[in-house]
C-alpha cells in the first residue's frame, strides 16, 4: 500500500477516523532517520497494524535555539526510506500543530534528573508534544528505544497520569561499529574515535562492576579520563535505578548506567543496562544474582 503523507490535524483524524486505536502504531521521530528508527520501525510492523511514523523537530524541546537551528535535517531521504519500509502513514506537522501554545506540563522529579538538570524545561517540552500527538492520534502503541531511556519514563508518566490505554512497546539501543549508538546528531561530529571512547567507558564501567570491583567514587576517576584525554565536556555520569532513576540503596534493583557529554558542540548520550540487580554497601557496587 502508498505511504500516505499527512501534513494537517484534519488530514490526520480523517486518515484514522475509521480505524480502532488498538490498530494503530505511533512512532515519534524528530527525522534524519537511522537504523535506530528503521529498528523501531520493523518491530511495529510485526503486529500488521497501521504504523504511524512522525517526524517532527520539537522546538518545545530545545532550549537553546542554535541547537534547534542545527538539528539535521534529510526530509526527502527519510520519505524514501519510510516508503520503501512500507510505513502507513507519516505525519509532518504544520505550523498549527504548535502554533503559540503557551499551555505546559508539570513531570516532577523525573524530568530533574540526568538530562533534565542542564536543560531545563526539556522533558516538558517532549511531554507536551507527546500529549498534543497522542490526543490528535490515539494509538494504541508508542514505539521509543531506549537510547533516551529517560524519556521512556516521562512518556510512561504522562500515560499513567493521564489514563491513556496506551501499551509502550520498547528496543534495546541500536548500535554501529564501534559501539557507537545510532544519532541523528552523529553526523556533526568529525572525530567519531570520540565517540568510541565515550562507549568503551560504558564497557569498562560495567566490566568493574560485573567483577564485583566498583566503587561509586570511581565514576570520578572515568569521567576525569574522558575530560583530560580531550574527548570531551562531560555533563553527567551516573549509575541509577531503571524504575525511577533514583540514586542506589542497599536494597538490590535494577539499574543502569547513564552518560550526557558535549562532543565537539554536539550533545551525545548514551547509557548502558547493567542486566544484573545491583545495590550499594557501604561505597561498593554489588551485584547479586
Ligand atoms: P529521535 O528522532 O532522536 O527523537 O528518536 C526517535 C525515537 O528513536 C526515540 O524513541 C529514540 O529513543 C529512538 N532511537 C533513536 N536512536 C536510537 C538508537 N540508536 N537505538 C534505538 N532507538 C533509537
Redesign the pocket.
Known sequence: MKTLILRSMAEVKKALESSDSRNINF???????????F??IRKAKKNKNINLVS?YV?PLQFNDIKDLDNYPRSLDKDLKNLTELGVSMVYLPEKAFNLNNTSTIQLGEIANKLCGKNRKGHFEGVATIILKFLLLIKPGQI???????Q??LVIKKIIKDFNFDLEVK???????PGGI?????NQRIKNINNLKKVYDCLCKIKIKIVEDNFYMKDLEYFEDNLIKSGVCKVNYLEILRESDLAELTSVPSKCRIFISCNIQGVNVIDNLSLKKVCFKEGGRLMTSS
Open positions: 512512532i515519534p521521530t524528530m527525522g534524519n532517520l537511522h537504523d535506530g528508527h529498528e523501531l517526524i520539537n514505539y521509543l528505544g531506549e537510547k533516551d531511556f524519556q521512556i520498547t528496543i534495546p539501543i541500536i548500535r554501529g549508538a545510532f544519532s541523528s546528531r
